[in-house]
């Protein structure tokens, strides 16, 4: 069943911007994409899969920005995106969820919102070049391993 909002794409530009009414993106959806280097993302929005599937592996993927808070606590997962540098965070984001950028080898940037809470189990495993910014321990409630 189609939504009156799923898009029919033919994703093949380098800066791609998730609109702001989209709330779910299916499995699979980007995963492979080979053209995509920066992902906006303008809603607060969650992956269809449990665990999420749908952004990962992207080929050229170097900058993901979340525009607005995202509180799904397992929300997209960015998983083997080997070449994802940076993630910029939206202030009211309040998790980071399981393996979301676990295998990202070239993350060298993330910053910390001041409403973080919770960093899930292996958000970050495989991140060797991850310096993780400077953040009041007494914000976050909850780091898993």
């Known amino acids: ?12 530009e380098a800066l791609f911007n998730i609109p702001k009414k989209v709330r779910r993106i299916d499995d699979v959806a980007f995963d492979g994409n080979c053209y995509i280097e920066k992902l906006i ?22 900058t993901v920005e979340f525009k607005t ?16 540098e940076k993630v910029v965070l939206a202030e ?10 676990a295998g990202c080898k070239n993350l060298t940037t993330i910053n910390f919102p001041d409403s973080l809470e919770m960093i899930a189990g292996n958000a970050f495993e495989g991140c060797n070049k991850l310096v993780l910014p400077e953040f009041e321990e007494s914000k976050i409630r909850e780091i898993k391993y």
Do not use: H, V, W
């Not at 189609?2 to 029919?8: D, G």
């Not at 808070?69 to 994802?84: N, R, S, V």
């Not at 009211?92 to 950028?101: A, L, R, V």
């Open 41 to 62: 993302i303008n809603s607060d929005i969650y992956d269809s899969e449990d665990p999420g599937g749908s952004c990962e592996n992207m080929k050229r993927l170097r």
């Open 1 to 12: 069943m189609k939504s009156k909002y799923q898009l029919k794409l033919s994703i093949n």
């Open 92 to 101: 009211g984001t309040k998790s980071i969820g399981y393996m979301q950028f």
């Open 69 to 84: 808070p995202q509180t799904y606590e397992d929300g997209l997962c960015f998983a083997g995106c080997k070449k994802l």
